[in-house]
């Protein structure tokens, strides 16, 4: 079992940037496959991006050359820093691990002058 617990989250002017954390507990993060999901009103939840155990990643297109996912191992963490934040960006984001099926309870993003 793990608890996935996001903080970082806030209102951004746009072309601001922020940087979203993800601790887990329970287990070792540096094993498994981590994502940062988000989900704006009224809209599915979509992938963001996805760090592998091997440290591979993935992004979704709309997030490319502005956000990056990092891991921090020693601390048990996932990192997403996002740059030249857009208002399209503004969303809840939240953390998942596929390998055990859990969700973090989410972090608001709120871009806007």
């Known amino acids: 079992q793990v608890q996935l617990v996001e903080s970082g989250g806030g209102l951004v002017q746009p072309g601001g940037s922020l940087r979203l954390s993800c601790t887990a507990s329970g287990s070792i993060l540096s094993l498994h496959t981590m994502a940062w999901y988000r989900q704006a009103p009224g809209k599915q939840r979509e992938s963001v991006a996805t760090i592998t155990s091997g440290g591979s990643t993935y992004y979704a297109d709309s997030v490319k050359g502005r956000f990056t996912i990092s891991r921090d191992n020693a601390k048990n ?14 969303a809840a984001y939240f953390c998942y691990s596929p390998y055990f099926g859990a969700w973090g309870q989410g972090t608001q993003v709120t871009v806007s002058s």
């Open 77 to 90: 963490t996932v990192f997403l820093q996002m740059n030249s934040l857009k208002p399209e960006d503004t």
